[in-house]
């Protein structure tokens, strides 16, 4: 089973409030291990129970669940499970055609360029690219890598196949010691998870903290 969490904030377009994501992130941890772990101990205690990886990924330093944070302007969340995983958030949003070279392998370049209106970026282009993006930094996340590992060392076959609201699809990648799922949360946000073995389900739940 892998748990997230997750929280909506207030901000005004591709606005980024780091301090508060960072806050939010933390209290969306704090209150998944104790739903759902029923760890008893201050938020404070829980906070001094994490170290960063060799690369920087955060984990306990006790016996407890994995867990990974992400954020974009507007959506923090924290998913959390028994064996390791990595969780990537984005919101669609216009983005650089230079990043698509580093960003997609040959195979989904293809896939992408044949989709592309002819007039230029559109809604579905934007919202294909970071279907693609939070994909591959889900991964990355899982792998604890971070820089040493490069976007292209995954690749997808998204199909034709819709994204629901709230309901996590699996999706089809060259990585079969892998499992990634995908949803949208309202018409803007992408939402990507990967982890090893295929989850009994994914459980979504949505909280509201005070700024």
């Known amino acids: 089973m892998i748990y997230i969490y997750a929280s909506f904030y207030e901000c005004q377009g591709t606005e980024h409030k780091p301090d508060l994501e960072h806050r939010l992130g933390r209290k969306l941890l704090f209150s998944l291990v104790r739903d759902v772990y029923g760890w008893k101990m201050s938020e404070d205690q829980m906070r001094d129970k994490i170290i960063k990886g060799p690369h920087g990924k955060p984990l306990f330093n006790c016996a407890g669940p994995c867990f990974s944070i992400s954020h974009c302007p507007g959506l923090v969340l924290c998913a959390a499970a028994d064996n390791p995983l990595g969780t990537d958030a984005e919101k669609i949003r216009p983005f650089r055609d230079s990043i698509l070279k580093r960003t997609l392998t040959e195979a989904e370049r293809a896939v992408f360029e044949e989709k592309r209106q002819a007039a230029g970026q559109s809604a579905a282009d934007r919202e294909l690219f970071f279907r693609f993006w939070t994909l591959k930094e889900s991964g990355i996340k899982h792998s604890g890598l971070g820089l040493g590992e490069p976007l292209t060392a995954y690749e997808f076959n998204l199909g034709r196949g819709a994204l629901y609201d709230s309901i996590f699809r699996k999706i089809d990648s060259k990585r079969p010691e892998l499992c990634f799922y995908q949803t ?23 909280k509201t903290f005070p700024e």
């Not at 949208?184 to 949505?206: F, G, W």
């Open 184 to 206: 949208k949360l309202r018409p803007d946000y992408i939402i990507s998870l990967c982890c090893e073995e295929n989850p009994q389900a994914v459980c979504l739940t949505m």
